[in-house]
Nanobody, 124 residues
Framework: QVQLVESGGGLVQAGGSLRLSCAAS????????MGWFRQAPGKERDFVAA????????YYGDSVRGRFTISRDKTKNTVFLQVNSLKPEDTAVYYC?????????????????WGQGTQVTVSS
């Protein structure tokens, strides 16, 4: 079993930045994918970014590409999401997720483990 714990959310003004963290425990990762999704009130949970654990390859959703950066620290079993140039429409609960596969996908249904989420609120 894998436990994922997010941190780093908060209230920030438009144009600001945050660094979200997700610490994984319960299993040492040597492969698979870790990703970030977000869910705004009344909307579906959407893909934000993912990193293939073994090689560090990253990919992003269209709405965040160029503003958000995902990275991982293999020694700490932790994945980060640096979020810059925040907009009010980025307001959402951000979820960390992990899956065993490494095939590129934005499908949340293919993720095996989820964290409890961290709130990001961007004021205009």
């Amino acid at each position: 079993q894998v436990q994922l714990v997010e941190s780093g959310g908060g209230l920030v003004q438009a144009g600001g930045s945050l660094r979200l963290s997700c610490a994984a425990s319960g299993r040492t990762f040597s492969s698979g994918t870790m990703g970030w999704f977000r869910q705004a009130p009344g909307k579906e949970r959407d893909f934000v970014a993912a990193v293939i654990w073994s090689v560090g390859t990253t990919y992003y959703g269209d709405s965040v590409r160029g503003r958000f950066t995902i990275s991982r620290d293999k020694t700490k079993n932790t994945v980060f999401l640096q979020v810059n140039s925040l907009k009010p429409e980025d307001t959402a609960v951000y979820y960390c997720a992990a899956r065993r596969g490494e095939r590129r996908t934005t499908n949340r249904g293919l993720y095996d483990y989820w964290g409890q989420g961290t709130q990001v609120t961007v004021s205009s």
